[in-house]
């Protein structure tokens, strides 16, 4: 009984190591090009480029995990994560595996500060990971691809449909995008599935 469960333990530990090494795979960077504004000085002394490098590392491991990336393989190849903080408009955006955190909303942001900006780290790292179909996702409209929460919601619904549905046409859009994706993982067109959405949910 002791070796069997010596065995299982030694187990735990060794995909624990296996994870983090491949999390420490990729590179976090963080650099404050704000420093001495408002925004600048604020994330200096209530957030930290340390506490923003270990969210980084812990965000990227949450959404490998989601999307069921369990090797470099799977993923994007994103060598280095870099954030900066600079004066800008906005809250954050991502472009090719770099995140821009706004000094200006840090500045003004009047919640727990650190809270909000995790959450925006979180959500900028997704863009990172994310497959973008080569870049031939899907754009803009007044349909379920017109995007952020209309498409959220959409896909949320597909996803009750199939488990897991979500991170499989992630994986699907490693190599490009198609409509057809949907008929292959529901058995439904996109535009059926849309309809039906609508008819369940629309007002």
Known sequence: M??????ILSSLVLTTLVALQET?????????????????????NEIGVEYSRRTLESASAFIWQIFGQFTEADRRNVPIVKMFVRTLDGVAYASNGEIHVSANYIAGYSGDVIREITGA?????????????????PG?????????????????????????????LNNKMST????????????????????????????
Do not use: M
């Not at 803009?140 to 597909?158: I, K, M, P, S």
């Not at 949907?182 to 599935?193: A, H, I, R």
């Open 2 to 7: 002791a070796h069997h469960l010596i065995f």
């Open 24 to 44: 420490h795979a990729v590179q976090y960077e963080v650099t404050n090009d704000a420093a001495g504004t408002p925004g600048g000085t604020r994330f200096e």
């Open 121 to 137: 780290l979180y959500h900028e790292a997704t863009h990172v990971w994310q497959w973008n179909g080569n870049g031939n996702a």
């Open 140 to 168: 803009g409209g007044n349909r379920w691809d017109e995007g952020y929460d209309v498409t959220a919601q959409f896909l949320d619904y597909c996803n009750s449909l199939r488990d897991g549905f979500v991170a499989e």
């Open 176 to 203: 490009g995008y198609s409509n057809n994706f949907f008929v292959e993982l529901l058995g439904k067109t996109v535009d059926q599935l849309w309809s039906e959405y609508k008819a369940n949910y629309g007002n």
